[in-house]
């Protein structure tokens, strides 16, 4: 006969297998968002980036978007200076 599992042990299967979807939702599409991750996979985005954090070891994070300075730019930049001095 089968013994039931206590209150802990199902919390530990119910984490791994959580841990488990999230893996797998991360190897199938690396660059999505930690938050679109919790959202396929029906978690909350807080969960989903603890487990990534602490049991997959992974920091997940946005890239910021930044543009290119050119030679215009900084003429621009100083005339604005010398606006305001």
């Keep these: 006969m089968k013994k039931a599992l206590s209150r802990v042990e199902s919390h530990l299967v119910g984490r791994h297998q959580n841990i488990a979807r999230v893996l797998a939702s991360v190897s199938r599409s690396p660059r999505r968002s930690a938050f679109k991750n919790a959202q396929a996979s029906g978690m909350s985005a807080r ?3 603890l487990i990534l954090l602490s049991n997959l070891n992974l920091h997940p994070y946005k890239l910021p978007i930044v543009h ?18």
């Design 47 to 49: 969960s989903v980036w």
């Design 68 to 85: 290119s300075w050119s030679d215009r730019d900084k003429e621009v930049r100083l005339q604005f200076c010398h606006l305001f001095r």
